[in-house]
């Protein structure tokens, strides 16, 4: 019998998905595999999904290779403040809160040491190794998901802050009036106005039902004849923009990058048509060097990848390039789902 293959692992948990990716150490992406969750369950829950996941991508990358697999070396992306003392400040995904999910997945998985990042640092860091800030002395990376956060790469490092916690931009105040509940409060100010799950309850509360936060954004500019867009929620989308807006101003002006990216699964192509023109024209006017902007070509998929990019560095050896654009990314998923099916 053949020696296993050795593989890169990624695995990203984040508000509302797990996801784990499977690479050869060529860097071609074997297998993704993707499972639904939902926010606020118990660690050990979320984590058994992680490793369902990590069995349906390596048996799928198995198929793809033509012989049995093994994971090499394992990278985990987690939303919240990474410590030793396991996750902090993760309102989004509760049920993480002070958990250590590395040391549990390294015991499971059978590795050595999982490789665990922030999933917004990580992602900076894919997007600076393969994306839209490659080259860049300083790149600067905001996640539009479920929750709000940023990232940065200066120098090819990403900026942490003394606590771990650069970046954590959904505790920005608005520029909204009104005085908002405040970390201390348990809460994140910005995040609860324009954040994805933020944006899918706004328009709930105006009696429109359930509608994607990205659907919400779109909805921006919409007032030509015939619209039916109601006043109120074009509103909300306008309103979010503006402050979106106000707030990567701000961060431009701070650390002056030469580019910024947006992904997350809120930055789609319609709700990016609605907000790149008012933010392409803000740094413009406001930044005194203005930065490049571009939404990022893997925008859902960038926590994963830096996952998988912890991966290859915890190897010590040399990074291989990764095609990060869309297809190369979302077409393991189509072979595993014919390798299922047959």
Not at 46 to 71: D, K, Q, W
Request: proline fraction near 6%; include cysteine.
């Amino acid at each position: 019998m053949s020696a296993p293959i050795p593989l890169a692992i990624g695995v990203d948990i984040g508000g509302t998905k797990v996801k784990v990716c499977a690479a050869d150490l060529d860097g071609r992406l074997l297998a993704v595999a993707t499972h639904r969750s939902r926010s606020g369950r118990p660690a050990q829950e979320t984590l058994a999904e992680v490793l369902e996941c990590y069995r349906e991508a390596t048996a799928s990358a198995a198929l793809h290779a033509g012989g049995p697999v093994r994971a090499a070396a394992v990278g985990l992306a987690t939303p919240g403040v990474v410590t030793e003392e396991g996750i902090g400040l993760v309102p989004n995904n509760p049920g993480m809160e002070s958990s250590v999910p590395a040391d549990v997945l390294s015991t499971a998985l059978g590795v050595q040491e999982v490789a665990w990042a922030n999933d917004v640092k990580a992602a900076a860091m894919a997007e600076h190794q393969w994306g839209q800030l490659r080259g860049t002395q300083c790149g600067l990376y905001i996640n539009l998901g479920t929750g709000l956060s940023a990232g940065a790469v200066i120098e090819g490092r990403p900026l942490m802050g003394a606590h771990g916690a650069a970046l954590e931009i959904g505790y920005l105040l608005p520029t909204a009036p009104a005085r908002p509940a405040g970390h201390r409060s348990g809460s994140a100010p910005l995040e609860d106005l324009i954040s994805g799950r933020a944006l899918t309850r706004r328009a709930a509360a105006l009696g429109v039902g359930h509608i994607d936060a990205s659907e919400v954004l779109a909805l921006a500019g919409r007032s030509g004849p015939g619209d039916a867009v109601r006043p109120e929620m074009r509103r909300l989308a306008e309103g979010a923009i503006a402050e979106l807006v106000h707030a990567v101003v701000n961060l431009a002006v701070v650390l002056d990058p030469e580019r910024i990216s947006i992904g997350g699964g809120v930055a789609t192509r319609a709700a990016s048509q609605a907000f790149l023109a008012p933010l392409r024209t803000a740094l413009e006017e406001y930044v005194p060097c203005p930065p490049e902007v571009f939404v990022s070509s893997s925008a859902n998929e960038l926590s994963m990848l830096g996952a998988l990019l912890l991966a290859y560095r915890s190897m010590g050896c040399a990074v291989p390039a990764v095609d990060m654009t869309a297809d190369a990314v979302h077409e393991p998923v189509a072979e595993t789902l014919e390798a299922t099916i047959a």
